[in-house]
């Protein structure tokens, strides 16, 4: 049956009801699931260096990660990470195919690793829920629907909240939970527009995230191919498919036919099929076949991690070029990252000498140039700077002095520049100056003056 059409024939949605086999994949994704949920949860309220771990303010356009604060200046900081990451995803892709989708994707650890958990512990297993669904709306139906309605609401208003916490910060979300509502209304009005989403994603969307929604299923077909490892079902050793006879032997292939692969798939896919769209690679059918493996002594992993030259030619996966082209692309990407990320600093000047505008002599035998800078503050608090020449020959007089800067803004400043006449060997000579802030050297900045040269 294919998830993407998983429909009866009347046209209505075909609803998925997935067993459980809880094997050494599926305690393996539950732990990673603890730790993700941990830390998802925890993550905007966690402080480095008084900043969130991580914040995504697009509102005031503040973004901050592992403590570390950028605003729109540092833009081309973000394309370079963003460029990495489509990198990182493709390359991972290739070697491991949509094994994201299946260990790591929130979509997927929230609906099989919380709400598919909650609505086993009320409904049942998959008969259960099956033959609930389809009974009479009596007294114990309606009062478990309720409840797990219920609790469904009140984990999406759980992740509503911790979402719009990355976004706005968590001080920020306090303020909307503590203080009067109409002070706050538009975050008020945000949490529950995300709370009825989430709510509505894991109510009633469900699998149709994974085989319809999601872009990565269909861009899986595109980057896979023979040396990918992804969750297969080895034909060469299951087929034909068979039954145990009398004696409890097996007359043909190692797969019994007995399509608990199908049962606990949560997309409603036949495995056996080969490499599917929908399939999201989460290893409930490796679990369930191991079952019946060690059910029937045969050797596990008659559906496991394979690639098809594993399968048709016998062979061990390897690291071919393609993946380590990607690798070095990635490599150099990490790099050029790190370095724009290390030496960035709080706070940038740049400074240009007046377009079109000649020197000018002045009384007590100085030369001046007049000048425009733009001062930005990266840092996350107001600062106020001011501007010194290295030389102490060298005077500056402001016509527009910087003064305070706010965080996450920029200032510009006038400024004549004076250095005496018989300083001046040449046409251009150049100047340093220093940006200060606190008694603190910030930036040192080289600009060129122009003057007369001195005979």
């Known amino acids: 049956m294919n998830g993407l059409l998983a429909a009866k024939e009347n046209g209505e949605r075909k609803w998925m009801y997935p067993s459980i086999r809880k094997g050494v994949y599926y305690k393996w994704r539950s732990w990673l699931s603890y730790v993700y949920l941990v830390l998802f949860f925890s993550g905007p309220f966690i402080r480095i260096n008084g900043q969130p771990m991580l914040m995504l303010n697009v509102i005031d356009r503040q973004f901050v990660l592992l403590g570390q604060v950028f605003w729109p200046q540092d833009i081309f900081i973000f394309m370079i990470a963003s460029l990495v990451f489509v990198v990182c995803i493709v390359l991972f892709t290739i070697a491991f195919g949509r094994i994201f989708c299946g260990l790591i994707c929130p979509q997927t650890i929230f609906m099989e690793m919380v709400f598919r958990k909650i609505e086993i512990w009320i409904e049942g297993n998959a ?19 309720v409840l797990k309605h219920f609790l469904f609401i009140i984990i999406s208003f759980l992740i509503a909240n911790t979402f719009l916490a990355y976004i706005i910060g968590s001080e920020s979300l306090v303020k909307i ?10 975050g008020f009005f945000s949490i529950w527009v995300f709370t009825i989403v989430f709510y509505l994603v894991y109510s009633q969307v469900r699998e149709l995230v994974c085989t319809v929604i999601c872009p990565y299923g269909r861009l899986q077909g595109v980057l896979t191919d023979e040396h990918t490892l992804v969750v297969a079902y080895n034909d060469v050793r299951g087929e034909p498919r068979g039954k145990l006879d009398k004696t409890g032997l097996l007359q043909k292939g190692d797969c019994v036919d007995c399509s608990l692969c199908v049962a606990v798939c949560p997309t409603g896919i036949d495995i056996r099929k080969g490499t599917q ?7 409930a059918c490796i679990d369930a076949c191991d079952e019946v493996m060690d059910k029937i002594n045969k050797p596990r992993n008659l559906i496991g991690y394979f690639s098809e030259d594993m399968i048709r030619a016998k062979k061990k996966p390897t690291f071919n070029i393609r993946m380590a082209g990607y690798s070095g692309v990635i490599l150099i990407l990490l790099v050029v990252l790190s370095y724009f990320i290390f030496s960035r600093k709080d706070m940038d000047i740049t400074v240009m000498r007046g377009a079109g505008m000649l020197y000018q002599e002045q009384p007590n035998g100085y030369i001046s140039n007049i000048y425009n800078a733009d001062i930005t503050n990266k840092a996350n608090s107001s ?8 030389d102490p020959d060298v005077k500056i007089k402001y016509i527009q002095a910087p003064g305070v800067v706010a965080k996450g803004s920029d200032v510009k400043t006038v400024f004549f520049v004076f250095i005496p006449a018989n300083k001046l060997q040449s046409l251009k000579t150049d100047v340093r100056l220093q940006l200060i802030s606190g008694n603190k050297i910030i930036q040192t900045v080289t600009t060129t003056f122009v003057g007369p040269v001195n005979n």
């Open 177 to 186: 939970i503590v203080e009067p509502v109409n002070l706050h209304w538009v």
């Open 383 to 390: 600062r106020s700077v001011t501007l010194k020449p290295e």
């Open 127 to 145: 008969n259960q829920r099956k033959k609930l669904d389809a009974g009479p709306w009596d007294n114990n139906k309606i009062w478990k629907k």
């Open 277 to 283: 769209m929908e399939c999201t690679n989460c290893t």
